[in-house]
């Protein structure tokens, strides 16, 4: 169980879709993650979540030396983001070049064919991308293998939303069904790796259901 830290999110603001139920746990999540590797978001958005990440870090641990990298296909994403990390450098919370302490970094394309480009081991991964069950089930597949042993896993939208309509991007704009839990479901059946659940925050009418696990083999 987890239990956010009061006031664990001052001066920061949620995901555009994460809630306030959520959003504590999210940034608590951060800080269970191990000294060694990255962090990765998947689904950027308008880059609230990196912001968050970023901030944390700078806060928390602004001596550690790591790279913030997140991952989103669409160019409104990547000019979202480039903003952001204009304002980040000017405000300090990275730190560049030689001896660089925390770097940030936007991989553009879909989350299922750049994972290699993640060459490092994940010490913290959030999966918010793609809700259909074949994309969500790619993500758990190539991303998961990549968390260092006591690496944070944060799944978003785990609610049974099954009879939801989505659009895959990466087919195209084709009609999906949203398929995240059955997707994790599978994943979790089949793979070898140990995953320990740390916490779960149910569906709801304002919540999209969030589940945080820690590796554990």
């Known amino acids: 169980m987890i239990k956010p830290a009061p006031n664990i999110t ?6 555009v879709c994460h809630q306030q139920k959520e959003f ?4 608590q ?6 000294a060694v590797g990255c962090f990765v978001e ?3 958005k308008r880059s609230r979540t990196t912001e968050c990440i970023v901030r944390i870090l700078a806060r928390h641990h602004p001596k550690r030396r790591t ?3 997140t991952i989103d296909p669409s160019d409104r994403s990547r000019r979202r983001f480039e903003k952001r990390y204009e304002h980040w450098i000017e405000y300090g919370l990275l730190k560049l070049g030689r001896g660089a302490r925390i770097e940030a970094a936007l991989i553009t ?7 290699e480009q993640v060459d490092q081991g994940i010490a913290w991964l959030f999966v918010d991308g793609c809700h259909c069950r074949e994309c969500a089930g790619m993500d758990f597949e190539r991303y998961v293998p990549k968390l260092e042993i006591g690496g944070i ?7 049974d939303w099954s009879e939801k309509d989505l659009v895959c991007m990466r087919e195209d704009g084709k009609k999906k069904k949203f398929g995240v839990a059955e997707a994790f479901e599978e994943f979790m059946d089949q793979t070898s790796i140990g995953l320990e659940k740390l916490h779960r925050v149910p569906s709801g009418p304002v919540c999209g259901g969030l589940g945080i696990y820690k590796r554990t083999s």
């Not at 999540?29 to 191990?34: D, F, K, T």
């Open 109 to 115: 394309g879909f989350s299922q064919d750049v994972y």
């Open 153 to 159: 896993l944060v799944v978003y939208d785990l609610g």
């Open 24 to 27: 504590p746990y999210i940034i």
């Open 29 to 34: 999540s951060m800080l269970l993650a191990p």
């Open 10 to 15: 001052a001066g920061l603001r949620p995901g």
């Open 42 to 44: 998947i689904g950027t």
């Open 67 to 69: 790279t913030v990298y």
